[in-house]
Structures are given as structure tokens and as C-alpha cells.
């Protein structure tokens, strides 16, 4: 009897992958595929992360190749998979996504957190605010103010003025 499944998304312009396996032993070889996976590696501004180690694993978590990113952010694997196939896409040691031949993968790095001050840890986080005019332009001397608001009403907690850079 044949099966059939349909998937469905709500996401517009979604792509979805499928695979599936089949126990028992196989004769003949193997048809490798000339569809790669690509892997493209940014951090959190979006820039190219250069000389990073990815390792693609399959699905019993055998490893398949470790390509280095180059300057265009992309590390390209292309040896023995197989169309259809999931693979796992790590970056030390960490597993940051499953793919398909054919499928891209996007992957962004905090590389900000060896940045983090002491007095950052001790507060907790900071954040920046540029204030602008209806023409895009920065405007100094306004007040900005930091409230905390979870009981409902604000609890003022930091203000602040802007300087000449907004």
C-alpha cells in the first residue's frame, strides 16, 4: 500500500525538506549527488566569519567532511552525500542546523561575547539609543529614560541626554 504525506506551513515563501530511510541492505553503488550543501557563516552584524571550521555529520553522526569558511563566508561540502539525505551541520562542537543537499544554510555567531566588560556582567546588559528627526537627523540635548515597567507602572530606573552623535 502506498502512503503519502503532505506538509504544510503557514510561512509564506517557506521551504521545507523531506528524507526518509529505508532499513534492509542495498546492492549496487552508490549515486552520490554533485548538489552541495552550502553553509554560509556570519556573525551578528552579518559580516563574513573567515577561517571558521564547519563539520558535517549524517544522520547517525558520522562524519561526512570539516570544510574552513573563505572570505565569501561559504563553506561548501560536496563529497559522498546523497540526495534526500539529512545532515548536521556543527560548528565546535555545537549542532547549529539540519539540511539536504541543495538546501542552504545560514548560520550567525555571537562573536561579541569575548568583548563583554565586568561592569556589563554586573548589570546585566546595555543598550544604545540614537534619536533622530523626521529627516533622519541626529538631535542632541533630548532625554532618554530607562523604566522598569513589570508591576504596571513605570519605575524609573536611568536618563540620560543624547550628545551630538544622537
Same mark, same amino acid.
Given at each position: ?18 528524507? &526518509? ?42 562524519? #561526512? ?24 551541520? &556543527? ?13 542552504? #544554510? ?20 546595555? &543598550? ?39
Amino acid at each position: 500500500m502506498v502512503k503519502g504525506y503532505t506538509i504544510r506551513t503557514s510561512q509564506a515563501n517557506s521551504q521545507l525538506a523531506a528524507s &526518509f530511510t529505508a532499513q534492509g541492505v542495498g546492492q549496487g553503488i552508490f549515486d552520490y549527488t554533485k548538489t552541495p550543501v552550502d553553509v554560509y557563516v556570519r556573525n551578528q552584524d552579518a559580516e563574513a566569519i573567515v577561517d571558521k571550521a564547519v563539520t558535517l555529520k549524517d544522520s547517525s553522526g558520522n562524519l #561526512v567532511e570539516i570544510v574552513t569558511t573563505g572570505k565569501d563566508e561559504l563553506a561548501r561540502f560536496t563529497k559522498g552525500l546523497m540526495d534526500g539525505t539529512f545532515y548536521a551541520v &556543527f560548528m565546535d562542537g555545537k549542532k547549529m542546523s539540519e539540511t539536504i543537499p541543495g538546501m542552504p #544554510v545560514n548560520v550567525a555567531l555571537d562573536t561579541s561575547k569575548g568583548q563583554a566588560t565586568e561592569q556589563t556582567k554586573a548589570t546585566g546588559f546595555n &543598550f544604545l539609543v540614537t534619536i533622530l528627526d523626521k529627516e533622519g537627523k541626529v538631535l542632541e540635548g533630548k532625554e532618554v529614560a530607562l523604566s522598569d515597567i513589570t508591576d504596571g507602572k513605570p519605575l524609573p530606573l536611568k536618563a540620560a541626554k543624547t550628545n551630538a552623535k544622537g
